[in-house]
């Protein structure tokens, strides 16, 4: 390893702590790390108010130990919202008819189990 290297390496790793750092050490601080016209955004906002997160003491504490995904308020990925009021907001019908497809070519090659809720496709 170069001389130096590895306390850059190291500076690095510890800026990945920051948010300011990740950007700048990944590379792609061009594109994301602020909230600014022409770089992506993937925001979630929780709701701090439910009561298995409340009262929030510690932003941080109550997203990662208490809050699940019933805390979930609104997802945005690059700028376009997935979530919003805690609903999905995404047509389903494309991806759950392919699950549905899968779902039956499975069932067609097994017998059929006690209390299964569909019968084999004809």
Known sequence: MPRGAESQERGCRDDLLEKEG????????????????????DIVVIDGSAVNVAPVIDPVAAVVVAADTSNVDMVMVDGVVLKRDGKLVANLA???????????????????QPGWAINKPA
């Not at 990740?22 to 955004?41: M, N, V, Y």
């Open 94 to 112: 494309v991806p759950r008819k392919a699950v549905e497809a899968s779902r039956d070519f499975l069932v067609s090659k097994v017998e059929t």
């Open 22 to 41: 990740l950007q700048e050490c990944t590379g792609i601080a061009d594109r994301t790390g602020s909230f600014t016209p022409g770089k992506k955004a």
